[in-house]
């Protein structure tokens, strides 16, 4: 069965320095979303892509965070500088169109000392 | 603002009795209401969902119902097994199309 890939899975780093994440979603989804899951809360959407595009990234902050999926398969995520506030889990996910069923990648738990 | 209210925050039940989870949403034009079960550590996964053409849907053990008058959707899971411990995640597709999260349920089943 077809998987949402995540790496790394986890990453310690300390504040100010830069950190990038990468997801390869299940072939053929044209969505992809990032999400944020601090400890003891549901996920947060940061951004959604519809194919190399981004549809929503009303929640993503832009003077530290970015994104891209240039050719519309994988994606990247890059905080930079990282701050304490950003140790969460960070969650891939993908649909085949936008409202439809999402899956989940692993996450990649990051640790900012 | 758009949100989704889950509850309760922890359940604890015994083997073999049952559990439910309730949410309820904002936005009366939602229309796709799934549920995630993510243990310690590992991605959420998709255990259940219902559009809202439909006021029940069921899958074994799991049953997951729709009230769109109430705006609330509920998570039934009977004959508990150890390994449903886990914690349950609500969601609902609101207003800008955004899937928006429940804050979790953590099921304790004890045996």
């Known amino acids: 069965e077809a998987e949402v890939a995540q790496s790394p899975r986890y990453k310690i780093t300390e504040k100010s320095q830069a950190v990038a994440f990468w997801c390869d979603p299940i072939?053929?989804?044209?969505?992809l979303y990032w999400y944020r899951q601090i400890l003891g809360q549901g996920p947060e959407l940061l951004v959604q892509f519809q194919d190399e595009s981004v549809v929503d990234d009303s929640q993503l902050p832009k003077d530290r965070f970015s994104a891209e999926r240039l050719k519309g398969v994988d994606s990247t995520l890059k905080i930079q500088p990282a701050e304490l506030g950003d140790s969460a889990m960070y969650l891939c996910?993908?649909?085949?169109?936008?409202?439809?069923?999402?899956?989940f990648g692993p996450g990649t738990r990051l640790l900012v000392l | 603002g758009e949100n989704v209210e889950q509850h309760p925050s922890t359940l604890s039940v015994q083997e073999g009795d049952s559990a439910v989870i309730k949410c309820t949403y904002s936005?009366?034009?939602?229309?796709?209401f799934p549920w995630y079960k993510q243990e310690l550590g590992k991605r959420p996964q998709l255990i259940i969902d219902?559009?809202?053409?439909?006021g029940e849907k069921k899958d074994q053990r799991i049953a997951v119902t729709l009230n769109k008058t109430a705006k609330h959707f509920s998570l039934h899971i009977t004959e508990t097994q150890p390994e449903d411990s886990a914690v349950y995640f609500c969601a609902a597709f609101l207003r800008g199309n955004k899937l928006v999260f429940g804050a979790g349920t953590i099921l304790r089943v004890k045996s």
């Open positions: 936005d009366s034009a939602s229309n796709y």
């Open positions: 996910a993908s649909s085949l169109m936008d409202q439809e069923t999402q899956y």
């Open positions: 072939s053929g989804h044209a969505t």
């Open positions: 219902i559009r809202s053409n439909v």
